[in-house]
């Protein structure tokens, strides 16, 4: 069971490939801001140019600095809340031609069974809804 | 005469059928005001309770359904509540049916062993989710179960 490291690997009858992952952890979402309200094309050009360390600062804050400072101070929350339930997420990755993820949540009880469900389903190009597990479909 | 006691006095027809709807709101909303407090859904089903209870006097009709929540995930006391009201109505089902397991009792029994499978300590909100919805199942099949055996030997006489 792991966040970084699939515990099965599965290929379609297509061709499609999976990555199964088992964790207790639900990962907080990634959220970029939305854009600043910068205005193009009006005023001084001179003026447009010295806005431009501002627009890629907010842009950097934006897409990469706030969204990771609010993934590290939700993680360890994340983490303990994993650890302190008995629910268990199985999610299937695939990276190709654009990275889809669907999940699954089960027990701790069942995890094995449902897991065995889930990579044969996937092998026969099906998503299974076994006994014992939700399945939540596409994450966003 | 409360709904608990009426459903044990009337003999089988229209009238117990009603009663028993009033008994299985009333039951409905015990256990939930008890696990989880007062809510929307606990003031309806005692009003539908109160409409059946007038229906079983021969006043007004009897509702379809149990009171449904309009979102889609509860809360752990919620399902507490709903999982205490299922069990009960399912024990006076089996009682009437003398039986501990009887076949009428199926598809209530499917929904309970999902529960079952489900059922953990602080379970995320998809699991909640699920939960709810085989609960509400679980209790509906119960509901409409009930209203047919309690009419029993009118539906067989007609």
Redesign the interface.
């Given at each position: 069971m792991g966040l970084f490291r699939p515990a099965r690997t599965v290929t379609g009858p297509h061709g499609d490939y999976w990555e199964v992952y088992v964790s207790k952890t639900?990962l907080p979402a990634w959220r970029e801001s939305k854009p600043g309200g910068f205005e193009y094309g009006v005023g001084d050009p001179r003026g447009d140019l010295l806005e431009l360390p501002f627009m890629l600062l907010g842009a950097l804050w934006g897409m990469l600095i706030a969204p990771l400072l609010r993934f590290l101070v939700l993680l360890p929350a994340s983490f303990v809340?994993g650890r302190?339930?008995?629910?268990v997420r199985i999610e299937a990755v695939s990276g190709f031609p654009h990275r889809e993820v669907f999940?699954w949540?089960?027990?701790d009880d069942?995890v094995d069974r449902v897991l065995d469900e889930i990579v044969n389903g996937l092998a026969a190009g099906k998503f299974v809804q076994p006994?014992?597990a939700?399945y939540?479909g596409r994450e966003d | 005469m409360s709904a608990y006691e009426l459903v044990d006095e009337l003999p089988s027809g229209a009238a117990r059928a009603a009663a028993w709807a009033a008994y299985a709101l009333t039951t409905y909303a015990d256990k939930l005001l008890a696990a989880d407090g007062t809510s929307d859904v606990v003031a309806e089903a005692y009003a539908r309770a109160a409409a059946c209870l007038d229906a079983a006097r021969g006043v007004g009709g009897v509702p379809d359904a149990l009171p449904h929540w309009r979102t889609p995930v509860r809360t752990w006391e919620q399902l507490v509540g709903m999982r205490d009201a299922l069990d009960a109505l399912r024990t006076y089902l089996a009682y009437e049916l003398k039986s501990a397991a009887p076949p009428e009792l199926a598809r209530v029994d499917a929904q309970l062993a999902r529960v079952d499978q489900l059922w953990i300590e602080r379970p995320p909100p998809e699991i909640r989710g699920a939960l709810g919805s085989a609960l509400a199942i679980g209790l509906d099949e119960a509901y409409s179960l009930g209203r047919r055996l309690m009419a029993a030997s009118e539906i067989s006489a007609q």
């Open positions: 639900a809340r302190r339930s008995r629910a999940l949540t089960t027990t069942g006994d014992g939700v939540s | -």
